[in-house]
């Protein structure tokens, strides 16, 4: 017991000391990126103002320290990071880490429903699809499947819209609850999750299709091994030999894909949270990135980027509970 205590409190560590040095060079790589950028937060403020003479720029740029070398800059900024101060937004009005502390659990509600519906509905389609190769439903779910993969997030979203909350008038248009309804507790609950809906499709939809032809070939794969045809020639029952042999073998694909997509989600945010006004990192980061306003956008990006670790560590642990094969010895 004590040798395995010490070899979790190991692996642990390696893990967290692995954290730090990615979070330290995307930190350093994503400065350097903005820096590239053409413009500052100066030039927009001061063309708001109308007083865009370089006397007001140098005013400006000397008061957001962007006066300074670029050495001096990347070098206050990493030691502010290690505090975790993570600057201050001056088109917000107010710190980047409160900010972002008020945006991030919208967005990782908004990942985790995408992320749901893609995994459930497209790996119970890929598993029908796979029972019925070759015929009919075989051919309407890829069919489909293959519409949502070409099709544009945006227009989903817009559709969906058009189509459940202009015509039918069943759910919300936008936003992630009614203003001033006053609701609280499961009245509350439920409200999100009716303006939850449309998002979470809109944004799953597209890992769905990906998800049904990943495990519809997995299926395929799986069913033809020996240990499978062992299996049934024991006189396994159906249902055991599906459930314990061949869908749990062929989800290992469908999970390193999840791990593989995080990224990705967090991209589709942006676009989705736009479309429906979700109050998430994702428009944040469209609205940083359109005022220039490089102190948020820098904790924005270092943020999605702590998330997707998280996300592949939850992964990692996941794919050694359903594979014991891949686990560590201790």
């Known amino acids: 017991m004590l040798a395995s205590n010490r070899y979790s409190l190991d692996r ?46 140098a005013a400006l740029r000397a008061q957001f320290g962007l006066d300074q070398p670029l050495w001096v800059q990347l070098y206050k900024y990493l030691w502010h990071l290690a505090q975790l101060d993570l600057g201050y937004s001056h088109r917000q009005g107010m710190p980047v880490f409160d900010l972002i502390a008020q945006r991030l659990p919208a967005t990782l509600l908004l990942m985790g429903a995408s992320i749901a519906f893609a995994v459930v509905v497209g790996a119970g389609l890929g598993v029908l699809a796979a029972g019925r190769a070759g015929r009919l439903l075989d051919t309407a779910i890829s069919a489909a499947a ?41 009245r509350y609950a439920l409200d999100v999750g009716q303006h939850l809906v449309l998002p979470a499709i809109t944004l799953g939809l597209f890992y769905m299709a990906v998800y049904v032809r990943l495990m519809r070939a997995s299926m395929i794969e799986v069913r033809r091994q020996d240990f499978v045809r062992t299996a049934v020639a024991k006189g396994a029952p159906a249902p055991r030999v599906l459930t314990r042999h061949v869908l749990r073998n ?81």
């Open 250 to 330: 062929a989800l290992l694909p469908l999970i390193t894909m999840i791990g593989v997509q995080a990224s990705s989600v967090i991209g589709g945010a942006v676009i989705v949270e736009t479309v429906f006004s979700w109050p998430g990192l994702g428009r944040t980061a469209f609205d940083a990135l359109y005022q220039r306003d490089y102190n948020l956008l820098l904790g924005i990006l270092l943020c999605s980027s702590v998330v997707v670790i998280v996300v592949n560590w939850i992964v990692d642990a996941v794919y050694a509970r359903v594979d014991p094969r891949i686990r560590l010895p201790h």
């Open 146 to 186: 293959l519409l949502c993969f070409a099709t544009p997030l945006f227009w989903i979203g817009l559709m969906l819209v058009l189509v459940f909350s202009v015509w039918l008038d069943w759910l919300p248009v936008g936003g992630m609850f009614t203003v001033e309804s006053g609701y609280t507790g499961w």
């Open 12 to 57: 642990l560590a390696r893990r967290l000391a692995q954290l730090a040095g990615v979070v330290l060079g995307i930190a350093v790589v994503n400065f350097f990126l903005l820096r590239l950028a053409p413009g500052d937060a100066a030039q927009v403020l001061a063309g708001e103002a109308g007083a865009a003479t370089p006397e007001y720029l």
